[in-house]
């Protein structure tokens, strides 16, 4: 079974299960991609798994996004501001900040990435 075969006639089921492997973003990735509408949930997520020096271009959303570390060290850009953050610590990016993120550590780098929208919606800026 599918993961999105968990939902029937767009109506969500009180509770879904779903797997990880079955939301990866590519099947050579390890950062799992959810968006929570079609599960009626207004928060969608990355669970980022990346190695050093990965990390996505500028962009930005039309709404918030939470940063939450929970492995390695990333260093979160906004413009000309830079942040390097851990474990310890929960980033906030408002609604239409322009930003990216790089992993900098020596290691891999888990992070949920919360978006505060049962969809993904991004303006990809140049970098």
Not at 40 to 46: H, M, N, T, V
Not at 49 to 70: I, Q, S, T
């Amino acid at each position: 079974m599918a993961a999105y075969e968990s939902t029937t006639g767009g109506t969500a089921r009180p509770i879904v299960v779903l797997k990880n492997r079955d939301l990866l973003m590519t099947p050579k990735s390890r950062t799992v991609r959810f968006e929570g509408r079609r599960f009626d949930a207004e928060l969608s997520f990355f669970l980022v798994d990346m190695d050093p020096g990965a990390g996505p271009e500028p962009h930005r959303h039309p709404y918030a996004e939470v940063f939450v570390p929970l492995d390695g060290q990333v260093l979160i850009r906004s413009g000309d501001d830079e942040l390097e953050v851990g474990s310890d610590q929960i980033v906030v990016v408002g609604r239409n900040v322009e930003h990216g993120f790089t992993n900098v550590g020596t290691g891999r780098l888990r992070m949920a990435c919360l978006h505060a929208s049962g969809e993904m919606i991004t303006d990809w800026l140049d970098g």
